[in-house]
């Protein structure tokens, strides 16, 4: 027997994995970097997005599009400060990891600076208390609502990259960069644009994962990030449609797990799952095998 | 400002550090280390004798013995199904590891949860610090042996390093063995010098602490883990004493510290020491006896036997029922449109792709069955049309990585300082610098490969081939970018080495070289064997004119 309420949490809760993942899948499938910087932006937007609903008494869903900004913006500090100098390097795959991991350091030292070491809520009144009952389920509006614009927006990424210039110019970069440049594709634009959005969705998922469990802390980001990684692995690293399955598959595995098994192994999961994907099926559920080239 | 737990800390610190050192120089990235630490920690702890039994030495003797064994089993039971996946794949699946680890401590009530486990506190500074320097003594004299030089050739470009001979596989693991072995050792430093151990010690966050440690030092030089540990651990040290408040600022600042290092020092604060490379005194390169110890098959003996090859590609047929035969002494000419299949052939030969269908028989060996390194074992040596050479070593050391199939391994004996090694080293060092002379490139063995002008790489491919003393070498376009001088040399060149008894495959555009240089001549065109004979048959023969400047009907075939 399938647990409905259960299993609709589990979905809410993946989609915004997915949604936090699908940075991480973009950023590399276009330049082969695992970006660090990402969960940090994370937990940045979702203490900007309190202070936002909190100060201004602006609604919550006024205060996404906002975040949705602000991330863009340390999409493009990331690209230019902790990539784009590394570029020619021959071991940029390392020092992309640790140069990222420094912004990320500094970015929390500053929102500590700014906020405090606190735990951040919204006001009470903000949050927007509608349920609604389905098949015997309580669900609330929030979580509806996380469902619906992570999967929108994973959407019109899929429809962004597969359709127009600005996709066809990061399919080529991703393909080939050199080539890229050669065919007129400016390759540094290009690449900031994908930090932007890359950065702008993981805001997104940073503010409603405040909204999910009324809740900002500094820590918020390193929790989420190993749960992005095995996400992107069991999609299939730079695959956004694999990045949206793996993101709910491990929403709903991790919420049955705490229901079946226990709360203390839920973390658990994320990193079976993802162990079990690298030895049977390193490419991910959704990734092409790469052909070697000599 | 250096009090005793600083001290202790930056020595442990640079010992985790060296965890990450030892997979780093051959180019793995894992943060498993954290998950070997905490099995150690907790492994040795449990298992171990108490210190009030045994008096502290002997129990932290011990528990560091079992410790060492159980971060070396734990990579070992970690290595073998991860050991095929690269780069960020591998520092994923390892991080899920050491999580996984984690997470079943916590779970554990007898090894005391998520409240961890008291231990009493035994490591001094003086312990602390010679453990250091026995780690740091094993990677000083790791680097500049054969295995060190291996272990950066795989970082560097890991398929030239399987066409040389060398054991990817096996060498990978054995980083990997020696990284969890390490990264025993600190977990058991670790466990007991901070009198309570928890899960938390060894997460994700201390994983990361590790490779930036590793990172910032520098992971090319065996001081560099010191010197990071050295750093990272002062400057919060530092900034206290200057009297920079804690809370934000501190983290800002060594983040922003962190990022120049990494952006402005490449090779890490190890990039402050010069580089000292070891060069073979003039006078050893005659004194010292070649590293040439393979009987070549004589003229008429069967080197490469090729029946009914096809190679396809989705569909696309690279080589079509390709039967070839060559025999020892000859120098044989590969020529033959782009695309016709000619590099294709060369990676059948030398093991890098198998076949779909046919017989490949190269030296005794199946290639494509048999593994790449077995086959160079056999003596098939090659260089690579787009040049595979290993950046960052100078000219001498890529040579010194060909010659890894013919000079002996010296990293045992390195450790203990005998003679032997000095002198096999030597050896192999006049050695390499004779192959350098050879091409012409004496006077360049300091230059990094990836500095070298475009024709010098090609050269510096050569020697590093010939270093291998192969019985068979493949040369995939070796006069591509040289002027008309340049390569009547290196048709010389090629003369003197059939001289040697070595059976020569050229693949080459330049057709008035080849012609000059080789006894008979192969001409492929889309993927079949359309012609072979002396180059005088060659020249004369319809089917080749119509392949290289096209008559009538090919034109209508190829639009």
Redesign the interface.
């Known amino acids: 027997m399938v647990d409905i309420q259960q299993l609709f949490n589990g979905l809410s809760l993946g989609s915004l994995y997915a949604l936090f993942a699908i940075g991480f899948a973009l950023v ?1 499938g276009i330049l082969d970097r ?1 970006n660090l910087a990402h969960p940090a932006v994370f937990a940045v937007a979702a203490y900007v997005g309190i202070d936002l609903v909190t100060s201004l008494s602006i609604s919550v869903w006024l205060m996404l599009p906002v975040v949705f900004v602000v991330g863009a913006l340390l999409g493009l500090v990331i690209e230019r ?2 990539f784009r ?2 570029k020619n ?3 940029a ?3 992309g ?3 990222s ?6 970015f ?3 929102l ?2 700014t906020y405090g ?1 606190d735990t951040h809520r919204f006001p009470a009144e903000a949050l927007p208390e509608t349920t609604f009952t389905v098949a015997g389920a309580q669900i609330s509006l929030v979580q509806v609502a996380i469902l619906v614009i992570s999967v929108l927006l994973v959407v019109a990424l899929g429809f962004l990259v597969a359709r127009t210039r600005l996709g066809r110019g990061m399919r080529a970069i991703a393909e080939n960069p050199t080539a890229a440049r050669v065919l007129g594709v400016n390759v540094d634009r290009v690449t900031a644009t994908t930090f932007a959005i890359s950065s702008a969705l993981g805001a997104v998922a940073g503010a409603l994962f405040a909204l999910n469990v009324n809740t900002a802390q500094l820590g918020m980001g ?1 929790a989420i ?2 749960k992005g ?2 996400v992107i ?1 069991v999609g299939g ?1 730079s695959s956004l449609p694999g990045a949206l399955v793996g993101g709910l598959l491990l929403g709903v595995a991790e919420v049955f797990t705490v229901q079946y098994i226990g709360s ?2 839920r ?2 999961v ?3 799952l ?2 079990l994907i ?2 049977v099926r ?1 490419q991910g559920l959704f990734g092409k095998r790469k052909v ?1 080239e ?1 | 400002m250096l009090g005793d737990s600083t001290l202790v800390f930056i020595a442990i610190g640079a010992i985790f550090a060296f965890s990450f050192y030892a997979v780093l120089v051959a180019g793995q990235l894992s943060l498993g280390q954290a998950g070997f630490a905490a099995i150690a920690a907790f492994g040795s702890v449990t298992l171990g004798p108490s210190p009030d039994q045994v008096g502290d030495l002997p129990a932290l003797g011990i528990a560091i013995v079992i410790g060492m064994l159980l971060g070396a089993a734990a990579s070992v039971v970690l290595g073998l199904p991860t050991m095929r996946l690269r780069g960020v794949f591998l520092a994923i699946a390892t991080l899920a590891f050491a999580e996984a680890v984690r997470i079943l401590i916590v779970n554990s009530e007898s090894l005391g949860g998520a409240g961890g486990l008291a231990v009493p506190k035994v490591v001094t500074p003086a312990i602390a610090w010679v453990a250091l320097a026995v780690v740091a003594y094993w990677f000083w004299r790791q680097g500049p042996s054969r295995y060190g030089r291996a272990l950066a050739a795989i970082r560097e470009d890991e398929l030239a390093a399987r066409a040389m001979g060398i054991d990817v596989g096996r060498h990978r693991l054995q980083a990997f063995i020696t990284s969890g072995a390490v990264a025993g050792l600190y977990g058991v430093l670790w466990a007991y010098f901070v009198r309570l151990i928890a899960p938390e010690d060894f997460d994700f966050a201390a994983a990361i602490d590790g490779l930036v440690t590793a990172v910032v030092g520098g992971s090319t030089l065996f001081i560099g883990p010191v010197l990071g540990s050295g750093f990272l651990t002062m400057v919060p040290e530092v900034q206290r004493a200057v009297g920079i408040e804690a809370g934000w600022l501190r983290p800002v600042l060594s983040g922003v510290l962190l990022l120049v290092v990494i952006l402005f020092l490449p090779g890490g604060l190890a990039s402050f020491i010069p580089r000292r490379l070891r060069m073979p005194a003039s006078t050893e390169s005659e004194t010292h006896g070649t590293l040439t110890t393979r009987t070549h098959p004589r003229p008429g003996d069967q080197v490469v036997r090729l029946h009914g090859v096809t190679k396809e590609y989705a569909g696309v047929h690279a080589l079509r029922g390709v039967d070839l035969e060559i025999s020892g002494g000859e120098i044989i000419g590969l020529i033959g449109p782009n695309g016709a299949g000619k590099t294709t052939l060369v990676n059948l030969i030398s093991g890098l792709v198998p076949s779909s269908s046919g017989e490949v028989e190269v030296l005794g060996t199946r290639p494509g069955r048999t593994p790449v390194h077995r086959v160079a074992a056999a003596g098939v040596s090659r260089t690579f049309q787009h040049s595979k050479l290993f950046g960052r070593l100078s000219a001498l050391e890529n040579v010194l990585v060909g010659a890894h199939l013919v000079s002996r391994p010296t990293f045992g004996r390195r450790l203990l300082w005998l003679p032997s090694a000095r002198r096999d080293e030597r050896q192999a060092l006049a050695h390499a610098a004779r192959c350098l002379q050879r091409v012409g490139l004496g006077e360049k063995a300091r230059v990094p490969a990836a500095a070298l002008s475009y024709g010098d790489q090609r050269r510096l491919e050569i020697a590093r081939a010939l270093a291998a003393d192969p019985s068979l070498l493949i040369l995939d376009e070796p006069a591509a970018g040289m002027n008309q001088p340049e390569a009547d040399s290196l048709s010389d060149l090629i003369g003197s080495l059939a001289d040697d008894g070595l059976t020569i495959l050229l693949i080459e555009h330049n057709v008035g070289m080849v012609m000059r240089t080789c006894s008979r001549i192969l001409v492929l065109d889309f993927g079949e064997l359309i012609a072979t004979g002396s180059p005088a048959e060659i020249v004369d023969n319809p089917a080749v004119i119509e392949a290289y400047l096209g008559s009538a009907p090919d034109e209508e075939r190829s639009r």
Request: charged share 10%.
């Open positions: 590399f695992l400060v902790a100098p590394l390097r021959p071991d795959h390392f020092a990891l640790i140069s991991i420094a912004l990320a350091g500094v929390i030292a500053l500590q600076g070491p390193s990030e190993l990684l095995a692995i690293m203390s192994w973390d658990l994320a990193f079976a993802l162990f690298l030895v390193p070697r000599v």
